[in-house]
C-alpha cells in the first residue's frame, strides 16, 4: 500500500471523529488539506466559506447546534486573523471547536509575508491547545489531541500544519518511539455528579424556600423534564438566560421568561420577590437583575466548577451534570409546593404577556419590529432551528418568539458579535437540510457579512431535502445598533445607514425575495416566505424609533434607580403579601 501523505491523514483523522464537514476560507497555504477534503467524496465535506471569520462562525454554529466538534479552516496571515472573531464565541460560549491552519514560509522568518506568529496569535482564544505539527508521524495523534481537548475543555483547539507538511508522506507502519506522541479517537466524557452531602445541602436548602426561583441557561438542555418536575415539587417559577431560552416551553405559565435588559418584567419580578434561587447551567452576565445579595439563598448546577459563584453569592454548589444532579436532587426533595407564590408567578406571567401583545401592537412608521416578530411566533415551524444575530433584534426575539418545544435557537451570547446568523444559519441547515431554519438579522449584520454569505446558500440549497432557510432582515436604516431611543443610544444621530434593496439581491440571486413595509401585511409575508420553494429573504422596513422598553430590575428602587414609583409599590405589596401568607403558614405549623 502507499503511503498516505499527511493531508490524507488529516482526512482519515477527520473520519474518525465523525466530523461530516470542515468551513474555511481556501488558500495556498491549507490547498493539500481542502484538496484531499475534495477527493473524499463528502466524507467529509468541505464548505467554503465567503470570509475566514464566517467560517469561524459556521464551525462554532454546528457545534451550537449538534453538540458535534466545529473544524475550520484557514491559512497563515489575514485568513487565520479572520478565525479570531468566531473562534472567541466558542470560547466564550463553551462550545469545542477545531482550528487547522496552514503555514507556508520559505525564507526566513522575521520578515516573511504574512507572517504572524500562530501560537502567540491563537494563544488566548484557543489556549488549552496550540501546537505545530513538525514531523509526519506526530500527526495522527496531534489531531486526536486537539479533539479531545476540545471535546473535554468545551472549547476551541487549534493545529498548525506547514504546507510542506501536508505534503510529506506518513509511513504505513509507525514504529513507537521516544517522542511520538499516540491517542486515539475519544470515549464519551465522563459522568460528573457532586458529593452526597452537598446534594443533601442543596437539598435541605431547597425544601425550606418558599419563594423559590429557578433560572435555565443552556447547560441546562437535555433535563427539561428534571426542571419542571423539580418546579412543580416547590411550586417554583422559571426564567432563562438568553442562551437558555430553548430549553423549556415558554408557554408554561409559570414561565416568565428571558431574564436581562433583553428579556421581560415578569422575569425581572420573579428575582425581585425570590428567597431561594436555583441557578441550572447558566453563566447569565445580567448580574444587575439577581436578586438583592443577601436576599435568597442559593443552589448553582454546572459541569464547569470554575463557573459556580462567579455571577452571584452561592451557598451549595453543585459541581455535575445538570440532568444527572437534578434527577438527585428529585430524590431528595420532598413535594411542598407554595401555590399562593406559583400564582404570584403566574399572574406576573400573564400581565407580562397581555403588554408584550399591546406593544406589538402599537403602530409605527412604517413597521412595529415587535409586531413581525409576534406574527413570526404564530407561525414558526414546529421543527427546526433559529438562528439569531446582535443588534435591536436581539430584544424582540428575547421578548416576541415563543420557540416551540424541540425548536433549537442559538446566538453569539457571550462574545455577543454581529455577523452570526446566517453563518450559523448555514451551518444549521448543513446538518440538518430536511428541518426548516430561521435567521433573524438587522441591516447591520445583513452589510456586514450577510449579503456575501447568501451566495453560499445560492450555491448550496438546490441539494436540501426541504429548501426553507427563511432570513428575516429588520431595515431600520439605524447606525446605532440598538435603535434610536434605546438605552444605549447615542445623545445625538449618527446618521442613516445606508439602505440597501435586500429582497432584490435574494432575487438576483436566483432566491425569494419579499419586502414588506405596511403592517397589515407582515402575517402575510411570513406565510408567503414559509410557502416558498426556495431560500427567502424577508426585508420588513421598520421604524428605528421603537423603544426597546428595557426591564427595571424588581426592586430597584432599593439600589436607587427605579423610575417608576407606581411599580415599585405594587412589588412591594405582592413582596408583603408573599412574606404574610409565609408567616402565617408558620403560624399554622
Known amino acids: 500500500m502507499a503511503d498516505r501523505t499527511v493531508a490524507q491523514v488529516v482526512v482519515e ?124 508521524d506526530q500527526v495522527p495523534a496531534l489531531l486526536d489531541q486537539a479533539f479531545r481537548t476540545a471535546a473535554a475543555t468545551r472549547s476551541p483547539t487549534c493545529v498548525v500544519l506547514p504546507r510542506a507538511l501536508q505534503l510529506a508522506a506518513v509511513p504505513d507502519l509507525q514504529p513507537h518511539a521516544a517522542g511520538i506522541l499516540t491517542a486515539t479517537p475519544g470515549e464519551p466524557l465522563a459522568r460528573v455528579l457532586p458529593h452526597v452531602a452537598d446534594l443533601a445541602a442543596a437539598a435541605s436548602l431547597l425544601t425550606v424556600g418558599r419563594r423559590v426561583a ?38 408554561l405559565s409559570f414561565h416568565t421568561g428571558v431574564l436581562g435588559e433583553v428579556g421581560t418584567a415578569a422575569a425581572a419580578q420573579l428575582m425581585g420577590g425570590a428567597d431561594t434561587l436555583l441557578m441550572v447551567g447558566t453563566n447569565d452576565p445580567w448580574t444587575d437583575y439577581f436578586p438583592m445579595p443577601g436576599q435568597t439563598r442559593t443552589v448553582q448546577i454546572d459541569i464547569d466548577g470554575r463557573r459556580i459563584g462567579t455571577r452571584y453569592p452561592v451557598d451549595v454548589p453543585l459541581v455535575g451534570d445538570a440532568g444527572e444532579t437534578l434527577r438527585a436532587l428529585l430524590a431528595r426533595v420532598p413535594e411542598q409546593p407554595n401555590r399562593d407564590w406559583r400564582a404570584t408567578v403566574e399572574g406576573a406571567v400573564d400581565r407580562w404577556r ?60 457571550t462574545l455577543g458579535s454581529m455577523g452570526c446568523a446566517l453563518p450559523y444559519a448555514v451551518a444549521a441547515k448543513l446538518a440538518r437540510p430536511a428541518e426548516p431554519v430561521v435567521a433573524l438579522l438587522g441591516d447591520g449584520a445583513m452589510q456586514l457579512n450577510g449579503l456575501a454569505e447568501l451566495i453560499t446558500v445560492a450555491h448550496r440549497w438546490q441539494g436540501w431535502t426541504d429548501p426553507r432557510l427563511v432570513v428575516l432582515v429588520l431595515n431600520n436604516r439605524d447606525h446605532s445598533g440598538t435603535g434610536a431611543s434605546g438605552r444605549y443610544a447615542p445623545a445625538g444621530r449618527v ?27 407582515v402575517g402575510a409575508a411570513w406565510d408567503e416566505a414559509f410557502a416558498a420553494d426556495r431560500p427567502c429573504v424577508l426585508e420588513a422596513v421598520v421604524d428605528p424609533a421603537v423603544s426597546l422598553g428595557v426591564p427595571e430590575p424588581a426592586l430597584a428602587d432599593l439600589r436607587g434607580v427605579f423610575a417608576d414609583g407606581a411599580a415599585a409599590r405594587r412589588i412591594r405589596e405582592r413582596m408583603m403579601l408573599a412574606e404574610r401568607s409565609d408567616a402565617e403558614t408558620e403560624d399554622v405549623g
Not at 429582497?503 to 397589515?520: C, F, N, T, Y
Open 354 to 413: 397581555e403588554a408584550a401583545a399591546a406593544r406589538a401592537a402599537e403602530p409605527a412608521d412604517p413597521v412595529n419590529p415587535q409586531s413581525v416578530l409576534h406574527e413570526l411566533s404564530a407561525r414558526l415551524p414546529r421543527t427546526g432551528a433559529v438562528a439569531v444575530d446582535l443588534g435591536s433584534v436581539i430584544y424582540w426575539y428575547a421578548r416576541h418568539l415563543q420557540l416551540p418545544p424541540g425548536v433549537n435557537a442559538q446566538l453569539c451570547g
Open 214 to 251: 429557578i433560572l435555565v441557561g443552556q447547560g441546562a438542555r437535555g433535563a427539561e423534564e428534571e426542571i419542571l418536575a423539580l418546579a412543580d415539587r416547590l411550586g417554583a417559577g422559571v426564567a432563562t438566560s438568553l442562551l437558555g431560552k430553548p430549553v423549556l416551553d415558554e408557554r
Open 495 to 521: 446618521g442613516r445607514r445606508p439602505d440597501v434593496p435586500y429582497a432584490g439581491w435574494a432575487r438576483l440571486l436566483g432566491l425569494h425575495g419579499i419586502r414588506v413595509d405596511r403592517p397589515e401585511l
Open 13 to 136: 483523522r477527520l473520519r474518525a471523529w465523525r466530523v461530516p464537514r470542515a468551513f474555511g476560507y481556501p488558500g495556498d497555504a491549507i490547498a493539500p488539506v481542502v484538496e484531499a477534503l475534495d477527493a473524499a467524496g463528502g466524507d467529509p465535506e468541505f464548505v467554503p466559506a465567503r470570509h475566514g471569520e464566517t467560517a469561524a462562525f459556521m464551525a462554532t454554529g454546528h457545534a451550537k447546534f449538534t453538540g458535534e466538534i466545529g473544524v475550520c479552516l484557514a491559512t497563515q496571515g489575514p485568513s487565520a486573523v479572520h478565525l479570531l472573531n468566531g473562534l472567541y464565541d466558542a470560547k466564550l460560549d463553551s462550545k469545542p471547536v477545531v482550528a487547522v491552519v496552514g503555514e507556508d514560509i520559505t525564507g526566513p522568518l522575521g520578515g516573511a509575508h504574512e507572517e504572524i506568529g500562530l501560537s502567540r496569535l491563537f494563544g488566548d482564544v484557543c489556549n488549552q491547545f496550540v501546537r505545530y505539527g513538525r514531523s509526519p
